[in-house]
């Protein structure tokens, strides 16, 4: 039983920054998965991608909205990952999931509740 939850989210005020953590439980991160993936979802909008990272050769991508002002990462040996938000706008504010696809599927098939993150001063 693969779960993944998240961590760290919290009110911060515009150009503030703020780090996320995504934790998964039942297996291994680096020999499951394939990849690893960020989204979120704003009031009333659709869910987006924000930004991936594959558990080997940790090869990254990121939605252009964010590309310079967040960084994705990981700890394979902690199952974690994380995403570092800097210069955060109102722009930003959504609930921010993780999610995981498995090693010979394109689809992330695995997601967690999701940890709010809301920008305002």
């Known amino acids: 039983q693969v779960e993944l939850v998240e961590s760290g989210g919290g009110l911060v005020q515009p150009g503030g920054s703020l780090r996320i953590s995504c934790t998964a439980s039942?297996?291994?991160?680096?020999?499951?998965?394939?990849?690893w993936g960020w989204f979120r979802q704003a009031p009333g909008k659709e869910r987006e991608f924000v930004a991936a990272?594959?558990?080997?050769?940790?090869?990254?991508s990121y939605s252009d909205s964010v590309k310079g002002r967040f960084f994705i990462s990981k700890n394979n040996a902690a199952n974690t990952m994380y995403l570092q938000m800097n210069s955060l706008t109102p722009e930003d504010t959504a609930v921010y999931f993780c999610a995981a696809k498995r090693v010979g599927h394109t689809d992330y098939e695995f997601w967690g509740r999701g940890t709010q993150v809301t920008v305002s001063a």
């Open positions: 039942g297996r291994s991160f680096s020999t499951y998965f394939r990849g």
């Open positions: 990272v594959t558990p080997v050769g940790s090869a990254t």
